[in-house]
């Protein structure tokens, strides 16, 4: 499975952006997908995951309410939908996609349970 990030760029705080991952490959034997981010001297951490075929999802606490995950099935494309952006969500964006199965979904806000990462995209918040 191959992945692509795109749709970063620079916003204001308060302001929108989208984000995709598009998947190609042997995408059939994706089984859930998700979004992290690492910020300049920081970790990567856990934002957004939806599981492929039933579209359930989990957000990290300092995205809920303002950001949207989810996925376009025919496409084998996943899109984060960011609102209310503020500062410290200046990251780059990575995505990814887990073809092993998890026992529990929640099991994907963790990366090492994913398989594949794209490249990802930066997010630049200005205040």
């Known amino acids: 499975v191959q992945l692509q990030a795109s749709g970063g760029g620079l916003v204001q705080a308060g302001g929108s952006l989208s984000v995709s991952c598009a998947a190609s490959g042997r995408t059939f034997s994706m089984r859930g997908m998700g979004w992290f981010r690492q910020a300049p001297g920081k970790e990567r951490e856990f934002v957004a995951t939806i599981t492929w075929v039933l579209g359930s999802t989990y957000y990290a606490d300092s995205v809920k309410g303002r950001f949207t995950i989810s996925r376009d099935y025919a496409k084998s494309t996943m899109y984060l939908q960011m609102n209310n952006l503020k500062p410290e969500d200046t990251a780059v964006y990575y995505c990814?996609?887990?073809?092993?199965?998890?026992?529990?979904?929640?099991?994907?806000?963790?990366?090492?349970?994913?398989?594949?990462w794209g490249q990802g995209t930066l997010v630049t918040v200005s205040s």
């Open positions: 990814g996609a887990d073809v092993r199965g998890q026992s529990h979904s929640y099991s994907l806000t963790s990366s090492p349970n994913y398989d594949y």
